[in-house]
T-cell receptor
Framework: GAVVSQHPSWVICKSGTSVKIECRSL??????MFWYRQFPKQSLMLMAT?????????EQGVEKDKFLINHASLTLSTLTVTSAHPEDSSFYIC??????????????FGPGTRLTVL | KQEVTQIPAALSVPEGENLVLNCSFT??????LQWFRQDPGKGLTSLLL?????REQTSGRLNASLDKSSGRSTLYIAASQPGDSATYLC????????????FGTGTLLAVQP
């Protein structure tokens, strides 16, 4: 089946620094990738939809200047948390849609990245 | 507003019991519904996907049903095992151009040996 990887799996950073998280589709080309955030004991909330070669679409309440998304190729999307603060500490999960398999709206999820901002 | 709710929020059962997890959604015009499993600190594992035209899907000891008209889905787990302990999430995708998955609140399941 389709595999999506994320790197790093966990990261600790100081407040005010920027952190980049990568999401890769390993065996398929993903025209669309999604970024979710999950706070402790809460469900996943969609942050933004990333389309290859175009600007990301952000959900209401998500600051696009703080969470920079770049979908530079059909297998890679990156999420950069700029000037991170402790309240940004969360579990970030990406997913990718394989347009050739699993139905037109099936998403494959990465293993997640745990971000802790000190 | 499109919302997905799961009850119960947490459930503890002894090993071997059959159990049902519930999911309800406010807007019945869904494209499909998916059930996921999430282990602590991990990503999501897709369990079952039900298209809007389907009534149920089965995989091993899992059976998911869908009633669009009432905005409900259930996940039935037969003969539960300690390894089934995890958080179970349901998520819906609506029709149209969007591919957004709207997740439910989750049910934390603990199966006691």
């Amino acid at each position: 089946g389709a595999v999506v990887s994320q790197h790093p799996s966990w990261v600790i950073c100081k407040s005010g620094t920027s952190v980049k998280i990568e999401c890769r589709s390993l065996d398929f080309q993903a025209t669309t990738m999604f970024w979710y955030r999950q706070f402790p004991k809460q469900s996943l909330m969609l942050m933004a939809t990333s389309n290859e070669g175009s600007k990301a679409t952000y959900e209401q309440g998500v600051e696009k200047d703080k969470f920079l998304i770049n979908h530079a190729s059909l297998t890679l999307s990156t999420l950069t948390v700029t000037s991170a603060h402790p309240e940004d500490s969360s579990f970030y999960i990406c997913s990718a849609r394989d347009p050739l398999a699993g139905g037109p709206r099936t998403q494959y999820f990465g293993p997640g990245t745990r971000l802790t901002v000190l | 507003k499109q919302e997905v709710t799961q009850i119960p929020a947490a459930l503890s059962v002894p090993e071997g019991e059959n159990l049902v997890l519930n999911c309800s959604f406010t807007d019945s015009a869904i494209y499909n519904l998916q059930w996921f499993r999430q282990d602590p600190g991990k990503g999501l594992t897709s369990l079952l996907l039900i298209q809007s035209s389907q009534r149920e899907q089965t995989s091993g000891r899992l059976n998911a049903s869908l009633d669009k008209s009432s905005g409900r889905s259930t996940l039935y787990i037969a003969a539960s095992q300690p390894g089934d302990s995890a958080t179970y999430l349901c998520a819906v995708i609506y029709g149209g151009a969007t591919n957004k998955l709207i997740f439910g609140t989750g049910t934390l399941l603990a199966v006691q040996p």
